[in-house]
């Protein structure tokens, strides 16, 4: 019966109206390499994810190349460090680098949560991702949390159960309905299977990109969403020539 309520629901979304993503709306944000920083927005962000760097690499094994802003005093209630990841077969000493980093942000007076897994999953093989998310949880100080971010399509072809058994592993999903710097094409069509998720999950927006708040309403009906996450950009004013 919840199956059927939430797709008799889902269908009423249609009727809403798209509109540009306001980051003045929001409360929580992705602050990435190359952007500038948004004094209005920032001040009333209550999460805020910061790029620190890719994990990537050419080598026989991966490698941690420093990006984003340095550690720094924030006044944001809650700060996550987000780490692009192209390569999961890391050395020891990239478990200890995050480690490391995510100390002394809270050596600077930032109040840390813990750090944010970027990677692109493939929704097949989210077995092997879980496995590898279940060894880096066992090998980050206690006091991290860990999160990650997914894909639109992981709720819809992937093991759902696979990502529910991560409770206790992952505290976060952020599904992202974005790809580079623009709204992912139909991602209205994979909002429902969302439903299916036990574990705590928010949806990553950017920042003047489409979006139906009749989704947004639906959404936080769900026990496990926890809000919108969004991608800040320069403004066309900024990246003007």
């Known amino acids: ?16 109206a798209f509109a540009a ?42 490698e941690l190349h420093i990006q984003g802003i340095n550690p720094v005093r924030l006044a944001t209630p809650e700060v996550w460090l987000s780490w692009r990841v192209q390569r999961l077969d ?11 980093r995510a100390a002394l ?8 949560a813990g750090i ?5 999953a493939r ?8 496995a590898f998310l279940r060894q880096l949880r066992q090998q980050l100080p206690t006091d991290c949390r860990l999160g990650i971010t997914g894909l639109l399509d992981w709720t819809q072809t992937g093991d759902v159960d696979t990502l529910n058994r991560l409770q206790g592993v992952v505290d976060e999903i952020v599904v992202q309905t974005y790809r580079g710097r623009r709204t992912e094409p139909g991602y209205e069509r994979y909002l429902d299977s969302l439903s299916r998720l036990d574990i705590p999950f928010k949806i990553g927006l950017v ?16 026990p496990a969403y926890r809000g919108e996450v969004i991608f800040l950009l320069n403004s066309r004013i900024d990246t003007a020539p």
Do not use: N
Not at 3 to 8: N, V
Not at 116 to 120: L, N
Not at 123 to 130: K, M
Not at 207 to 222: K, M, N, T
């Open 1 to 16: 019966m919840k199956r059927i309520a939430w797709l008799a629901a889902a269908l009423l979304v249609a009727q809403s």
């Open 21 to 62: 993503v306001q980051a003045g709306d929001y409360r929580q944000f992705w602050l990435w390499a190359g952007v500038r920083a948004q004094p209005e927005v920032l001040r009333q962000a209550q999460t805020l994810y910061v790029l620190q760097g890719e994990i990537s690499g050419t080598g026989p094994s991966a």
């Open 90 to 100: 890391w050395t020891p000493d990239i478990v200890k680098a995050l480690a490391r």
């Open 105 to 112: 942000w809270r050596h600077r007076g930032s109040r840390v």
């Open 116 to 120: 944010q897994i970027d990677f692109d």
């Open 123 to 130: 929704s097949l093989r989210l077995g092997d991702y879980a």
């Open 207 to 222: 920042q003047d990109g489409d979006w139906d708040s009749g989704w947004q309403d639906r959404l936080r009906r769900l």
